[in-house]
């Protein structure tokens, strides 16, 4: 079994292109590109919220050690 050929790449090209269309390929990179920004969002938001979970438990632990002495 070998390593596909230019010849193997653009029958899997035109068998796509019959199947999706050329108008439908474009669609679909464009919701992948939208899904991937929103994933990078949300990762972003996560990890915003867990430095004000550290910095709010910092400031905690500070508040008890004033109150102890």
Request: glycine content about 10%; aromatic content about 8%.
């Amino acid at each position: 079994m070998g390593s596909f050929s230019i010849w193997h790449w653009l029958i899997v090209l035109v068998v796509v292109l019959l199947l999706f269309g050329r108008g439908k390929i474009p669609e679909l990179m464009g919701d992948v590109a939208k899904g991937i920004k929103n994933f990078r969002k949300g990762m972003g938001e996560d990890d915003a919220a867990d430095a004000a979970d550290t910095a709010k438990t910092v400031e905690h632990k500070a508040d008890e050690k004033t109150e102890k002495s």
